[in-house]
């Protein structure tokens, strides 16, 4: 992620998943890395969460630390999966889409999500096109059809003559999609709306459009338990007393542009922070959605923990130049430990197939930072 996005670009930012919550239930017998027993493989059984140097109090601990996936490969639910078309959708705009063929996909949105599903979905091989944000390895090497960090190239995606268009309202111009639908490309525009709770169903939204519900419904589910096992994994090792949860809040930031938000309550981060056994300051302060930064907003949350993109933090110099550009931080406890934990732009908010990975690497990096900056 290049360059800030106007206010429009993140309507697409959920109410709260609070539903996250229910996740945490029996214990099903965690897996060794919280990916799932698929997952777990491809990572070559990580060591488990409760296996690590556990911070006996993370809100004391001093200087950052970089959140990594332990496994970002593509384990696709059913290599030979065979779309059962036509397949006619109702998608997210109320809008009525008969799709006849997906020999050629392209599946666009602000943080890689829909494509990564494809993938997953098994018909990554009819995929001719990716987003900025698409870069895991199995797509990397596809042309792109967005310039400018997250504009859609209208031109750019006429010339890959895709067959169906998957995507949601996170990438403009809007005029682009429309264009599209004009050219007879059927265009299925899935729900904006990111959280941890909602993943399963985005996946489901999108194996539909693609005449693969069978296979959305197995990925659906194997998320799903993948999210809930790692969500008990996390809830073992943190702290039980409210007073020594650590109080995190997610920022925001592109330098270049002096841009600066904290993600509150319904901003989807929000579930993120629930899941990861912290205290959502945002929320707690009365933070809704995402907002500009002000010195009194950030000194009243004095979070323990910040959490941000690693292109955000990059932007600004680092710890040391995100002090210096944002003083208050270093008037909050988060600030005078240096107590930042940052994550790839790609990952840390995709919601989609990656979601039990991103809060295993999240976990790592905040409850056990010495071991999470061996993970490469």
Not at 74 to 91: F, K, S, Y
Request: include cysteine.
């Amino acid at each position: 992620m290049d360059r800030p996005r106007p206010k429009q670009y993140f309507a697409f930012l959920p109410m709260a998943g609070v539903v996250i919550l229910a996740l945490v239930g029996c214990s099903l017998g965690a897996p060794a890395s919280g990916l799932g027993d698929a997952h777990d493989a491809a990572a070559g059984q990580a060591v488990a969460l409760s296996e690590l140097d556990i911070l006996e109090d993370p809100k004391t601990y001093e200087g950052p630390s970089t959140a990594r996936l332990v496994s970002g490969g593509i384990v696709p639910v059913d290599v030979g999966v065979a779309p059962q078309l036509p397949v006619t959708v109702t998608d997210s705009q109320g809008t009525e889409v008969t799709v006849t063929d997906v020999s050629r996909i392209l599946a666009l949105d602000l943080y890689g999500s829909t494509s990564r599903i494809v993938f997953e979905l098994g018909l990554g091989d009819r995929v001719v096109g990716r987003d900025t944000s698409s870069a895991f390895p199995e797509i990397a090497d596809l042309p792109l059809v967005t310039e400018n960090g997250h504009d859609l190239n209208a031109e750019a995606i006429l010339e890959l003559a895709p067959s169906v268009i998957v995507t949601d309202t996170s990438l403009g111009p809007w005029d682009a999609i429309l264009q599209m639908r004009e050219s007879g490309i059927p265009v299925v525009v899935v729900d904006p709306h990111r959280d941890i709770a909602s993943a399963p169903a985005l996946i489901q939204q999108v194996a539909d459009a693609l005449g693969v519900p069978d296979a959305g419904q197995v990925l659906a589910e194997r998320t799903a338990g993948e999210i809930e096992r790692t969500v008990q994994e996390i809830a073992a090792i943190t702290p039980a007393d409210p007073a020594q949860k650590a109080r995190m809040v997610f920022l925001y930031v592109r330098g270049q542009a002096g841009v600066y938000y904290l993600f509150g309550q319904g901003s989807g981060a929000d579930s993120l922070i629930q899941a990861l056994g912290g205290i959502d300051v945002a929320s707690e302060i009365g933070w809704e959605g995402m907002r500009p930064v002000t010195d009194e907003g950030l000194i009243a949350a004095d979070p323990d923990l910040i959490i941000m993109m690693s292109g955000g933090l990059e932007s600004v110099g680092g710890v040391d130049g995100l002090l210096e550009r944002l003083p208050a931080v270093a008037l909050t406890n988060a600030g005078r430990g240096r107590r930042i934990v940052d994550m790839d732009d790609r990952e840390i908010l995709s919601f989609g197939p990656i979601t039990a990975g991103v809060l295993d690497a999240l976990a790592r990096a905040i409850y056990a930072p010495a071991t999470s900056q061996e993970v490469q």
